[in-house]
């Protein structure tokens, strides 16, 4: 085990319940993300402050960025059945793991995103000024991650 920090580039996306071909090659993830949410309480007669208290974790929703291409791959299928439902039948949520790997392709750290659902589908601007590949955006919401 090194003692030099890890990079960033060098990291693999896991979609369990996703079948079929593994499309998880991505150029970006960002939103991993954990912050406390704060409440103030107003103390009766004394006008002064506010205390201050914890009401709970708040997480921002996991962003994926990737060259598109014309192939229907699972997870495509999945963000589209999800964004296009009329909501008469339930989402289907599952567990994504994020793995950030060393230099051998060997996972050094894990995180397990869970109950993860799509919530917003983008592609970059189309613009004949840019010499640039095409990106699809994918924003999932999740209930927590944990490090396993």
């Known amino acids: 085990m090194s003692n030099y920090p890890f990079v960033g580039f060098h990291f693999r996306l896991s979609f369990p319940l996703v079948s079929g071909h593994i499309d998880t090659s991505f150029k970006e993830v960002s939103g991993l993300s954990l912050e406390m949410e704060m409440e103030e309480i107003a103390e009766g007669g004394e006008n002064r402050f506010k205390h201050r208290v914890p009401s709970g974790a708040k997480y921002q929703n996991l962003v994926l960025k990737r060259g598109i291409t014309s192939?229907?791959?699972?997870?495509?299928?999945?963000?589209?059945?999800?964004?296009?439902?009329?909501?008469?039948?339930?989402?289907?949520?599952?567990?994504?793991?994020?793995?950030?790997?060393?230099?051998?392709?060997?996972?050094?750290?894990?995180?397990?995103?869970?109950?993860?659902?799509?919530?917003?589908?983008?592609?970059?601007?189309?613009?004949?000024?840019?010499?640039?590949?095409?990106?699809?955006?994918?924003?999932?919401?999740?209930?927590?991650?944990?490090?396993?």
């Open 71 to 148: 192939f229907d791959s699972p997870l495509s299928v999945w963000c589209e059945s999800t964004l296009t439902g009329d909501l008469s039948t339930a989402i289907v949520t599952q567990t994504v793991l994020l793995s950030l790997l060393n230099e051998d392709g060997l996972a050094v750290k894990n995180w397990s995103f869970v109950n993860t659902w799509p919530v917003k589908w983008e592609i970059s601007p189309l613009n004949t000024a840019d010499n640039e590949i095409l990106i699809e955006t994918l924003e999932l919401t999740y209930d927590y991650f944990k490090i396993v």
